[in-house]
T-cell receptor
């Protein structure tokens, strides 16, 4: 079946630093979504990507849909303490049940003030 | 942005009882809703997909008689954990897909934490 690898698993950074995380899939995806989850809450959609090569920003966040359709990255610039949380990538491939997203295992971000 | 609510946010129950969790899309019509389960420090595990007016599609290994799903309207889906046991304790999260949008986007509810004693 389709597999999705997300890295890194965790990051410890200093406030103000830039952050980069990525996801790769074993097969082609037609959608990439990036979510952030705070403890005890549901994931919140940050950025949605639907086209190969697409680069989309949301404030200090930037995400790109890889040209090969098998990867995506999320960058956070000038990190702040409230960026702390777990970031999940999710992708949807061609075929299979419509709407079934596959989730990465998450990147836990810690920001030191 | 799209809003999805869940109720209750947390529940504690005795073993053997049934628990119902509601998922509502507040400002859009959700033709499809999804139920996930999340264990501590792990990713989301899809349990089932529910389409309005039809039977839910369960993922492999998920007991449909134990986790009853009803999607009676375009804004409401319910998950009932029947005869709950301690191993059912988990964080249950629903998500909803906006039926009017051509592109795939799922919006998540805030989750329901279930503790079975």
């Amino acid at each position: 079946g389709q597999q999705l690898n997300q890295s890194p698993q965790s990051m410890f950074i200093q406030e103000g630093e830039d952050v980069s995380m990525n996801c790769t899939s074993s097969s082609i995806f037609n959608t990439w979504l990036w979510y952030k989850q705070d403890p005890g809450e549901g994931p919140v959609l940050l950025i949605a990507l639907y086209k190969a090569g697409e680069l989309t920003s949301n404030g200090r966040l930037t995400a790109q849909f890889g040209i090969t359709r098998k990867d995506s990255f999320l960058n956070i610039s000038a990190s702040i303490p409230s960026d702390v949380g777990i970031y999940f990538c999710a992708g949807r491939g061609y075929g299979g049940s419509q709407g079934n997203l596959i989730f990465g295992k998450g990147t836990k971000l810690s920001v030191k003030p | 942005g799209a809003v999805v609510s869940q109720h209750p946010s947390w529940v504690i129950c005795k073993s053997g009882t049934s628990v119902k969790i509601e998922c509502r899309s507040l400002d859009f019509q959700a033709t499809t809703m999804f139920w996930y389960r999340q264990f501590p420090k792990q990713s989301l595990m899809l349990m089932a997909t529910s389409n309005e007016g039809s039977k839910a599609t369960y993922e492999q290994g998920v007991e449909k008689d134990k986790f009853l799903i009803n999607h009676a309207s375009l804004t409401l889906s319910t998950l009932t954990v029947t005869s709950a046991h301690p191993e059912d304790s988990s964080f249950y999260i629903c998500s909803a897909r906006d039926g009017k949008r051509a592109q795939e986007t799922q919006y998540f509810g805030p989750g329901t934490r279930l503790l079975v004693l």
